[in-house]
T-cell receptor, first 114, second 113 residues
Framework: EAGVAQSPRYKIIEKRQSVAFWCNPI?????LYWYQQILGQGPKLLIQ????????DSQLPKDRFSAERLKGVDSTLKIQPAKLEDSAVYLC????????????FGQGTRLTVV | GENVEQHPSTLSVQEGDSAVIKCTYS??????FPWYKQELGKGPQLIID?????GEKKDQRIAVTLNKTAKHFSLHITETQPEDSAVYFC????????????FGGGTRLMVKP
């Protein structure tokens, strides 16, 4: 079974530029999560989808961050404009549905904002 | 919202010794507590979990205990091996499932051969 795929693996941008991350969850998984993991900290949930609908985005900085999962499969997370404090690893995870206990994580995209 | 504190931030043990990592949570409504292991360059991977109606759970060399009254839970690894070296995260959720997780700050475990 293929795991959660994320791209790119690494990205370096200047502050005020925009960036987008892509995630392909495990086939058949209805629930998709985006987490932000700052160096030395635990992952922080940004947004959670169930199929193509947003379940929770209470911790997403909506003035600069946006995410979509239009067809209920792949998802993109965008930052525009980026700030220095956005430097982090962005992890995508998926689970079978909202009642599942195990979320499967991708390898993440490491973003450096300079 | 939920706040999860994790200690210690780093832990070094000799191969064969036991390792204990402790977490406390703030929201008494939390009812699901997973533990994740993250190796360098990889995403976190679930290793064991416990629900609030259970006090202890064991899976081979790892075990988790939960004290709901004190709002703390712990991960115990016995007979540690070098491949146990990684960063371990505790987490908590109020939804009795793996969604809406709040993670602790992580513990870097180093097992010396």
């Amino acid at each position: 079974e293929a795991g959660v795929a994320q791209s790119p693996r690494y990205k370096i941008i200047e502050k005020r530029q925009s960036v987008a991350f892509w995630c392909n969850p495990i086939s058949g998984h209805a629930t998709l999560y985006w987490y932000q993991q700052i160096l030395g900290q635990g992952p922080k949930l940004l947004i959670q989808f169930q199929n193509n609908g947003v379940v929770d985005d209470s911790q997403l900085p909506k003035d600069r961050f946006s995410a979509e999962r239009l067809k209920g499969v792949d998802s993109t997370l965008k930052i525009q404009p980026a700030k220095l404090e956005d430097s982090a690893v962005y992890l995508c995870a998926s689970s079978l549905d909202l009642s599942s206990t195990e979320a499967f994580f991708g390898q993440g995209t490491r973003l450096t904002v300079v | 919202g939920e706040n999860v504190e994790q200690h210690p931030s780093t832990l070094s043990v000799q191969e064969g010794d036991s390792a204990v990592i402790k977490c406390t949570y703030s929201d008494s409504a939390s009812n699901y507590f997973p533990w994740y292991k993250q190796e360098l360059g990889k995403g976190p991977q679930l290793i064991i979990d416990i629900r609030s109606n259970v006090g202890e759970k064991k899976d081979q060399r790892i075990a988790v205990t939960l004290n709901k009254t004190a709002k703390h839970f712990s991960l115990h690894i016995t007979e540690t091996q070098p491949e146990d070296s990684a960063v371990y995260f505790c987490a908590a959720s109020i939804n009795n499932a793996g969604n809406m997780l709040t993670f602790g700050g992580g513990t870097r475990l180093m097992v010396k051969p």
